[in-house]
């Protein structure tokens, strides 16, 4: 195989590696400004096109990745790093049956690519398959024990384990020999119901200083230096290091609120009357959990978890996946196929999840889909599987979206500002509302509030909805030590808390994001 830049001048090589590095490093502007050059002399170069495809993703445009990576892979067939590169790709739009087929080939044409095995690790942990997500890590820190990235995914996958110590334990052996990096430092964060340890502030405000640390690295460090700052008491400071962040983050691609609105009301209106949908009664197996990030989904999975009949599968992508296939076959996104559905094509669907999610039921009936975006489908699941029970956890907007601001959310873009959180926010409570209107023996309004303040009766709630008996485990639903695979993790595995609420401790620092979400500001 020919060398990746032969036919390019000295000076353009120079400027790709440049480009290659930035890129690795998540410093999208200077990447763009060294392509240029290349851009502009050598266009339809295979090389050239691989680093245009990274420029486009991280800008938010992925269909032009998408058709630049095709150019470039037809140009260079048995070239490993491009599968590397095509299968990131198709990850980062949620095929992520298309992107693990595609890295599974970049590892038989070169089994030693460390980076490779790390990104099927990343992709296997999104479709929930974490046993072969482990055994993928593993491989990537074994070619390269210096990746730290892997070593903190490892990290990850012990904390939903419940291993809180040796994730902790695991996250500093990174720090010790790399002190910049940031996912480590989010990982210890992320945590919840442990605190830094004294002197981390500092350690974290010199790392972000590293000429070493990359964009990626500071958004990760911003979001954990935002936790220590608000365990040790200074709420200014925090919201000032999130505001960093966030912004470090906004300026590789920036969130269309009046689009995703847009869209969100093309969906409803296509179900809307409901179609006729599948005549079988499909769905009784399945329990959606929807939301949007940091509402309580999680914990409402664990109690149902906890029921002897129902197995907590997670946030699972089969949903959008079948979807997204059926759009592929129609030559037309989804919703504007849906005028054009029978029943049997319906039943198609409903039959082609629950085969997809078969595995979830090899050992109890009933399994949940806690995948939080789900609620933008309602429509779609109600005329695919009629039988399934919807639950749409909502929590104070004002905590849910100051919530979604400190965390660390990768490609979730709307919580960057208060703004577009407020908007999305908005999409969220009108499409609900919509949908348990329409469907209220099957869709359930589910309050956290609530549910702290009556635990019991808002369990056997939850339960009667689901059509389960009640079960007293399901009280004591933080004795159940199954797999949790979000950043509540550690949350669910304790007792109902009475104190999670954040906004009252930074007062008046939070108005801004009232008045975004409407709320009238005392005095």
């Known amino acids: 195989m020919s060398p990746r830049l032969q036919g390019l001048s000295p000076a353009i090589r120079t400027h790709i590696m440049v480009a290659g590095e930035a890129l690795e490093a998540g410093r999208v502007d200077e990447a763009e400004r060294h392509l240029a050059n290349a851009t502009a002399s050598d266009p339809q170069h295979p090389e050239v096109l691989r680093m245009q495809a990274g420029i486009h993703s991280l800008r938010g445009r992925p269909q032009q990745a998408l058709n630049a990576m095709q150019q470039a892979l037809a140009q260079r067939p048995q070239d490993p790093l491009y599968y590397n590169t095509m299968g990131t790709l198709l990850g980062s ?92 430092w989010w990982g210890l964060a992320d945590l919840k119901t442990t605190r830094f340890a004294d002197g981390d502030i500092e350690r974290m405000q010199a790392a972000m200083q590293q000429p070493r640390a990359g964009d990626d690295d500071l958004i990760a460090m911003g979001f954990a230096l935002a936790k220590a700052l608000d365990d040790a008491g200074r709420y200014a400071d925090s919201l000032a290091a999130l505001a960093e962040a966030n912004a470090v983050a906004r300026r590789r691609q920036q969130w269309n609120a009046a689009a995703f609105s847009t869209g969100i009301t093309a969906v409803n209106q296509a179900f809307v009357p409901p179609p006729a949908g599948a005549a079988e009664v499909l769905g009784n197996e399945v329990i959606f959990i929807v939301s949007p990030p940091r509402s309580g989904s999680t914990l409402v999975e664990q109690i149902l978890a906890s029921h002897s009949s129902v197995e907590g599968a997670g946030e699972l992508p089969d949903l959008p996946l079948v979807l997204a296939e059926e759009s592929r076959r129609r030559g037309q996104p989804f919703p504007r196929w849906v005028g054009a559905m029978q029943p049997t094509d319906w039943e198609r669907l409903g039959r082609r999840y629950l085969e997809r999610t078969a595995h979830w039921r090899k050992q109890r009936p009933v399994f949940t889909d806690k995948l939080p975006n789900n609620w933008m489908y309602i429509g779609a699941i109600r005329a695919m599987l009629p039988s399934a029970r919807i639950i749409s956890c909502r929590r104070d907007p004002l905590e849910t979206c100051f919530s979604c601001y400190r965390q660390h959310l990768s490609n979730n873009e709307y919580t ?5 959180l407020a908007s999305f926010w908005r999409d969220f409570d009108r499409s609900v509302k919509q949908w348990s209107g329409l469907h209220p023996s099957r869709v359930l309004d589910h309050s956290y509030e609530d549910l702290l303040a009556t635990p019991e009766a808002r369990i056997r709630r939850l339960l009667d909805f689901c059509g389960l008996t009640f079960e007293p485990a399901c009280l004591q639903f933080h004795e159940n030590q199954r797999e949790v695979r979000s950043p509540s993790a550690t949350q669910v595995r304790e007792p109902l808390r009475q104190d999670t609420a954040s906004a009252p401790r930074y007062g008046a620092l939070l108005d801004p994001l009232r008045e975004a979400l409407g709320i009238r500001l005392e005095g």
């Open 93 to 184: 739009i949620g095929d992520f049956d298309a992107a693990i087929a595609t890295l599974h080939r970049c590892c038989e044409l070169q089994p030693d690519l460390a980076i490779a095995w790390y990104n099927l690790g990343v992709m296997l942990t999104r479709c929930v398959r974490n046993d072969e997500a482990v055994v993928a890590l593993q491989r990537a820190v074994t070619l390269a024990p210096d990746h730290v990235a892997a070593r903190a995914l490892l990290g990850d996958l012990l904390r939903t384990r419940g291993h809180v110590e040796e994730a902790a334990a695991e996250y500093r052996k990174v720090l010790a020999e790399q002190p910049w990096a940031g996912a480590a």
């Open 416 to 420: 960057r500002t208060f703004s577009d």
